[in-house]
């Protein structure tokens, strides 16, 4: 089975940084676009960053120019690396994979449990 596992969460400061990892587990035959997306309690769940397989990368507008989304050579983990953190970027933060498990699977999605971030002043 295909895991999805999210670290790097915390308690920061405004102002601070940090960066999450987002680790895709056991053999995958091909991975198409990873992406972080976040949520906070009573809200829908938000896309942050998405970078495709091509390398090509998207953000949210609130997010542009302060958060930075990649990946390995493997293309099987991702990192969301987020500076000058504010408190409205405080949310669980989720991870989201398109990969194949094989060449006779379509590409499926798939989620980790999330990290949570919480940012204060």
């Known amino acids: 089975q295909v895991q999805v596992v999210e670290s790097g969460g915390g308690s920061v400061q405004a102002g601070e940084s940090l960066r999450l990892s987002c680790v895709v587990s056991r053999n995958i035959f091909a991975t198409d676009a990873m992406a972080w997306y976040r949520q906070i309690p009573g809200k829908e769940r938000e896309l942050v960053a998405q970078?495709?397989?091509?390398?090509?990368?998207t953000y949210a507008d609130s997010v542009r120019g302060r958060f930075t989304i990649s990946r390995d050579g493997a293309k099987n983990t991702a990192y969301l690396q987020m500076n000058s953190l504010t408190s409205q970027d405080s949310a669980v933060y989720y991870c989201?994979?398109?990969?194949?498990?094989?060449?006779?699977?379509?590409?499926?999605?798939?989620w980790g449990q999330g990290t949570q971030v919480t940012v204060s002043s």
């Open positions: 970078i495709y397989a091509s390398g090509t990368t």
């Open positions: 989201q994979v398109r990969v194949q498990r094989s060449r006779e699977r379509r590409f499926e999605t798939y």
